[in-house]
């Protein structure tokens, strides 16, 4: 969705995004990208008929509901790694015990970690407090760096564009218990992380100005 003209909080929002990718590699301050996404549970009805040649798989139309669940996604597109979790939930508190793996576990090293995320209520510090002592969230907090993308601006956000990856790849048939939808998620995360497939990003501040001059405010000098 594009956000309508002359919105400077879009643009804001955008040229501190697309700066960010325009930084160097550096694994001791490591750019991170993070995405949420839930998955409706299905199960079948009849056993579905496996393709054959000259025939497609078939199945039935007819389904039922059995829960939902949710994909936590991190990337760090400069590196070509990603890590999606599967969670019952995506609470405040889900948020925060996921962003403490990342600081505690797979950026153990770095000095702090810049994240990229939109602006969803539970996707900030405070999450931190609701999930751990006051000294563990202040610990946390003093080793991340968060970024929101614009409103209507999931586009600028990589991880978004993994999720859709990871949906077209892994999630086309359906899918009836949460382990089922982890023994999907998992072999995924696994091959894409072997071929390191990283991200090269080409639109810049400029281009923006130039492609999506309308976004822009007409600003009045003082």
């Not at 040649?53 to 996604?73: C, K, M, S, V, W």
């Amino acid at each position: 969705m594009i956000p309508p003209s002359h919105n400077a909080a879009f643009v804001a929002a955008m040229e501190d995004i697309l700066e960010l990718y325009l930084r160097p590699f550096d694994e001791k301050i490591p750019l991170v990208c993070m995405d949420e996404q839930p998955v409706q549970l299905v199960s079948e009805v009849r056993t579905p008929l496996p393709a054959r040649p000259g025939r497609p798989r078939r199945y039935d139309q007819h389904y039922e509901r059995a829960g939902t669940a949710n994909i936590f996604l991190f990337t760090e597109p400069l590196a070509g790694w990603r890590r999606a979790s599967v969670t019952e939930r995506r609470t405040a508190v889900d948020w925060a015990e996921q962003m403490r793996i990342l600081l505690e576990e797979d950026y153990s090293d770095a000095q702090r970690v810049i994240l990229v995320c939109d602006n969803l209520n539970t996707h900030a510090v405070a999450s931190f407090y609701k999930a751990f002592p006051p000294a563990v969230a202040r610990d946390l907090a003093r080793r991340i760096e968060i970024h929101y993308t614009p409103k209507h601006g999931s586009w600028l956000n990589v991880a978004e564009c993994e999720l859709s990856v990871l949906t077209r790849q892994c999630l086309r048939n359906r899918t009836p218990t949460i382990g089922d939808l982890r023994g999907k998620v998992g072999p995924w995360q696994r091959e894409r992380n072997g071929r390191t497939r990283t991200v090269d990003w080409h639109f810049t501040t400029e281009d923006a100005r130039i492609r999506l001059k309308r976004l822009y405010p007409q600003y009045q000098a003082a």
